[in-house]
């Protein structure tokens, strides 16, 4: 701890603290605009500028470590000065007029720091030299003419999200932003996640869906958590009288810090489905609107005489983007009080039900997801991570400028292979003869035949398992979907090899609440068989053409969903439920944090949530339900511990 | 002693700022007790008394030769110059223009525009020349900024109530806004 005197307040920080930050503890305000806490300090805007006992010119306090008995001060008239001197500068780069610019009111820091520093005008008049403006992205605007040269997008881009797409280019007035070399961002390896547009201080990075929709004054904002994919990613939803207007990232939330990929910050934006306002009912061979009643009751017709009956009644489905309640009320009317043998969801346990094998003989196995951040080698197996559960993929990009080794493992060229060094494309469904040649090279054993049936030469696979040997913190993350007839051998191999290196393993499995089905044991490969009612609880979800198969034949279908979908067309019932910004319920993250979804917008009038529609259904068979999800998750062992 | 005299004129602007002042509604009795008003858009007096007046107000940014001359005479007659608006303050609005040439501008205006048939760029040597959109402050000297597109009503308030009892309004907090 070093002692330090910030304008006449005194007080000990732990070495190494900048003297923002020290600032930030002694309650004293330093205007910012480079700076942004979720980013390496900078020193670029220079408008931190303090004074410093002893020191011959003023100094920035974003990059300034402090000192033992240091004195600084943050208010004189030399300070003040040197402010409101670096704001005139930048009002006079570039065009920095309020009136017409998107986020002048309450979201411009440029603007802000200028009031707080009472200033009415600037003394300095632009050069009015234009810059372009980059509209080539389908989701935002980079409009040149508003950007201060902060960097905290290239920062954001690189030290966040390890894409290295923004960067500078030219020098001094010339300075522009670019993508990659100088290309349109829409046509660069810009992948969309929106970062560097949450990040902006000023309008240079305008959101195409939130432009002039409302600012911070005008809308509501509630936390929530992203329900996209499973890893959890806290998410703030901006709305204004019951219009989403934006999706960021939440600063402050442990799994993500802030990052959202395209699925969570840009996808529920670009919803184009027709949504369904009211139950329909087939008659006479077409879909007609109806009543919860009405609709209701051929429900109940049909599925009462039903009840019982293990093989030859209900076929039942449900979506792993429900809530945990959800799930649980739906196991307890379908296994429970119906006694189907043939209860799911729309994961069928893809991702999830070998791991339940495996953890029932030998308890949870796998890690947290971030333990990404510490890891010092990782390798990554059956997945794309810049493909799905993208954010995962950022922890391990931005890990590989530490210098740490990461190795994915595909089919084909993935988009990591321009990150990493180490990209190995294997033959397809040979991940059991990669991993256990693998196995072999770390224990010295001749390894040619099974390489050569993986397609990796033994040079290839000497080099991975050098680095995997040499590492004392390697993470192996993975995706149990390996080829099916190999499936179980594959991960106990993945598991006997990470047990060898003392490796953690992290397998993101699939869609927001895959977790919690998977604990409900609502993992079975759906088959129709001689059901003669199938029950489908597909929430805000899209059916995939695999489930549209399997459903072809379905004597009676009744489907809960909030869009028309192909499923919808094919259903006898429809009832129409809230999408998963219309309700509040609990959601298991794959790495077993139970985590709440917050309601943040009013569903349409006569649209119900997935869990009012079960417990009128479980209310209709007469059957009490129990609303314990979160012990009924905890029943079974789980392949990681659930908080 | 008598009432200070105020004058106040409109160049390149919207009228906008003068229309928020008339939005101080009945407040601008209050105003009127403290002061006098003289020349201005809304009243028949075009141009500050030539023995002066106290306050001067000027609406817009100075984009022609005739604006330029409008506020040098202002300035030359009132002893405090205030820049109403973020056009005197900044160039505001018709400053976009200014990231085109004046031919361009002129161009798209006279000859341009989609519902123009047969037009051209006027040449009477009676116009006033165009020039850049400019602050005020770049042209004569400014004493009091008030920024905002338009300033609020309760701002024009503050500063004239303020300058009427012979105080230098200061704009800050709530007050300051550049829209």
């Known amino acids: 701890m070093v002692k330090v005197k910030i304008d006449e307040k005194e007080l000990e920080v732990p070495e190494g603290t900048t003297v923002l930050n020290a600032a930030r503890l002694a309650d004293i305000e330093i205007p910012t605009l480079c700076d942004h806490p979720a980013l390496e300090p900078y020193g670029g805007c220079r408008i931190c500028l303090v004074e410093v006992e002893g020191a011959r010119t003023l100094q920035p306090a974003c990059t300034l470590p402090v000192f033992d008995k240091m004195v600084i001060k943050t208010q004189t008239d030399k300070v003040k000065e040197a402010r409101k001197f670096v704001l005139s500068m930048i009002f006079s780069e570039r065009n920095h007029f309020c009136p017409y610019c998107q986020v002048s009111g309450t979201d411009c820091e440029l603007q802000n720091a200028a009031y707080a520093e009472g200033m009415t005008h600037w003394p300095i008049q632009p050069n009015w030299q234009p810059y372009p403006v980059d509209a080539s992205h389908p989701y935002f605007v980079l409009e040149h003419n508003r950007c201060i040269l902060c960097r905290r997008c290239v920062r954001a881009c690189a ?8 960067g500078m280019e030219e020098r001094g007035s010339n300075t522009i932003l670019i993508a990659d070399l100088g290309v349109p961002l829409g046509s660069s390896s810009c992948i969309s996640c929106g970062v560097c547009v949450q990040i902006c201080p000023t309008g240079a990075l305008i959101d195409r869906w939130s432009a002039y929709r409302g600012q911070t004054k005008d809308v509501t904002t509630t936390k929530s958590i992203c329900v996209g994919c499973s890893l959890g990613c806290g998410i703030e939803v901006i709305h204004r009288d019951n219009n989403l207007i934006k999706i960021n990232g939440d600063w402050d939330a442990p799994i993500n810090g802030g990052v959202l990929c395209d699925v969570g910050r840009f996808l529920p934006m670009d919803e184009k489905r027709s949504r369904i306002v009211t139950p329909l009912v087939r008659k006479n061979g077409a879909l007609k609107a109806s009543t919860w009643d009405e609709a209701l009751r051929v429900v109940m017709d049909k599925l009462n005489p039903l ?70 080698a990782v390798l990554t197996i059956g997945l ?3 493909k799905d559960h993208q954010v995962a993929g950022f922890f391990v990009k931005r890990i590989i400028p530490k210098g740490v080794n990461v190795i994915p493992v595909s089919y084909e060229a993935s988009g990591m292979d321009g990150f990493t060094p180490y990209s190995t494309v ?123 198969k399997k459903l072809d034949n379905s004597p009676f279908l009744v489907v809960m969903a909030s869009y028309e979908s192909a499923l919808t067309a094919k259903a006898d019932v429809v009832l129409p439920v809230a999408n998963w910004l219309e309700y509040s319920g609990n959601y298991v993250t794959s790495d077993g944090q139970v985590q709440k979804a917050n309601k943040s917008l009013q569903a349409p009038a006569d649209v119900k949530t997935s869990e009012e529609v079960l417990l009128e259904i479980a209310d209709r068979l007469r059957m009490v339900i129990n609303p314990l999800w979160n012990k009924a998750i905890k029943m079974e062992t789980s392949v990681i511990e659930i908080d | 002693m008598s009432k200070p005299k105020i004058a106040t004129d409109w160049m390149a602007g919207c009228a906008g700022c003068h229309m928020s002042l008339l939005d101080i509604d009945e407040r601008i009795l209050q105003v009127l007790d403290l002061v006098e008003l003289r020349a201005s858009p809304i009243t028949d007096l075009k141009e500050a008394d030539e ?65 123009t048939v047969d037009g051209f760029i006027p040449t009477d040597p009676e116009l006033a020349v165009p020039t850049k959109v400019r602050a005020v402050s770049e042209v004569v000297p400014v ?37």
């Open chain 1, 426 to 548: 294997i033959n397809r469904s040979t991940d059991l003869e990669f991993l256990q040649a693998l196995d072999a090279e770390i224990d010295g054993k001749d390894v040619s035949s099974l390489a050569s049936k993986a397609g990796v030469s033994v040079d290839q696979l000497a080099q991975i398992a050098e680095i995997l040997r040499k590492a004392e913190s390697s993470v192996f993350v993975y995706d149990a979907e390996f080829d099916s007839k190999k499936k179980k051998e594959t991960i106990a191999t993945l598991i006997k090899l990470a047990e060898k290196i003392n490796a953690k393993l992290i397998s993101p499995k699939g869609k927001a609440n895959s977790l919690a089905a998977e604990q409900l044991r609502l993992n079975k490969s759906f088959e129709l068989n001689g059901h003669q009612a199938v029950f489908v609880a597909l929430g805000d979800e899209e059916p995939s053409q695999n489930l549209l």
């Open chain 1, 307 to 376: 009840v019982g009956k293990k093989d030859d009644g209900v076929a039942s489905i449900i979506s792993t983007r429900l809530p945990a309640e959800a799930l649980f009320y739906f196991k307890q009317i379908f296994k429970e009080k119906i006694n189907s043998d043939m209860v799911t969801s729309t994961e069928e346990g893809r991702y999830t039900a070998v791991l339940s094998e495996i953890a029932a003989d030998k308890g949870s196995f796998e890690s947290k997801l971030s333990e990404i951040s510490n890891a010092d």
């Open chain 1, 159 to 166: 030290e966040l999200v390890g894409n290295y797409t923004l």
């Open chain 2, 143 to 179: 004493d009091i900024h008030v920024p905002g597109c338009p300033p609020s009503a309760d701002v024009i308030f503050h500063v004239l109530s303020e300058l009427a009892q012979g105080r230098i309004p200061e704009i800050k907090d709530d007050n300051l806004h550049w829209h």
């Open chain 2, 51 to 115: 023995t002066g007046v106290a306050v001067g107000v000027l609406e817009g940014g100075i984009n022609n030769s005739a604006n330029e001359h409008q506020a040098k005479l202002m300035r030359s007659r009132c002893k405090i110059l205030v820049a109403l608006g973020d056009c005197a303050v900044f160039g505001g609005v018709p400053a976009m223009r200014n990231f085109f040439t004046i031919e361009e501008t002129l161009k798209r205006a006279y000859v341009d525009t989609e519902s």
């Open chain 1, 384 to 386: 794309d991570l810049t």
